[in-house]
């Protein structure tokens, strides 16, 4: 089945220590995103691809970087993680910003810890 | 950037009842959409709505686009309906994302 795959699923980092999270879809959307959701709140954008274009939120930290080698493939590093940045970070996939194509898919998402 | 209300914020009620949960947005929209998550996380896209009404299996999703509001409904609720369920919009203008509501909390109790 097509569909957009996380890995780790949980993934326990130390404060400061680089960790890369991973993302990879099977769809061939255009699109890729990723989201940070903490507990009880709406997910949060972080930035987003449109094929090779990067695109940042404004209030993304510069902690949170991206990366897209390729249509299928989409990492997040966060470069010093501190406490603040244990949440669920989810990747999503669609064809067109509007999500009018065949609508978001999203990953089950890798929960993020930081001790 | 537009606000996403969504009512309630929790609702538990009994399997087979008949549950609506409300999204209002306060700027135009080029699609809205339904979503639902599990406990766990993952979410499934549930409807997206430009216009009109959209029905897939026991669940139906109407958009009012003048009164910038949306509704999702489940008939005949059953204890797998119990997720929360988020209305997310796009805007487009700039804003590339989607903008989240906060989630209903649903609750079906057997």
């Known amino acids: 089945d097509a569909m957009v795959i996380q890995n780790p699923r949980y993934q326990v980092t130390q404060f400061g220590k680089p960790v890369t999270l991973s993302c990879s879809q099977t769809l061939n959307h255009n699109v890729m995103y990723w989201y940070q959701q903490k507990s009880s709140q709406a997910p949060k954008l972080l930035f987003h691809?449109?094929?090779?274009?990067?695109?940042n939120e404004a209030d993304t930290p510069d902690n949170f970087q991206s990366r897209r080698p390729n249509t299928s493939f989409c990492f997040l590093d966060i470069r010093s993680p501190g406490l603040g940045d244990a949440a669920m970070y989810l990747c999503?996939?669609?064809?067109?910003?509007?999500?009018?194509?065949?609508?978001?898919?999203f990953g089950s998402g890798t929960r993020l810890t930081v001790v | 950037k537009n606000e996403v209300e969504q009512s309630p914020q929790n609702l538990t009620a009994q399997e087979g009842e008949f549950i609506t949960i409300n999204c209002s947005y306060s700027v135009g929209i080029s699609a809205l959409h339904w979503l639902q998550q599990h406990p766990g996380g993952g979410i499934v896209s549930l409807f997206m709505?430009?216009?009109g009404k959209k029905k897939h299996g026991r669940l139906i999703a109407t958009i009012n686009i003048q009164e910038k509001h949306s509704s999702l409904h489940i008939t005949a609720s059953h204890p797998r309906d119990s997720a929360v369920y988020i209305c997310?919009?796009?805007?487009?203008?700039?804003?590339?994302?989607?903008?989240f509501g906060k989630g209903t909390h649903l609750i079906i109790q057997p």
């Open positions: 691809y449109y094929d090779k274009d990067f695109n």
């Open positions: 997310a919009v796009y805007s487009g203008g700039g804003a590339d994302g989607l903008t």
């Open positions: 999503a996939t669609s064809r067109d910003l509007a999500g009018v194509e065949g609508g978001y898919t």
């Open positions: 709505l430009s216009s």
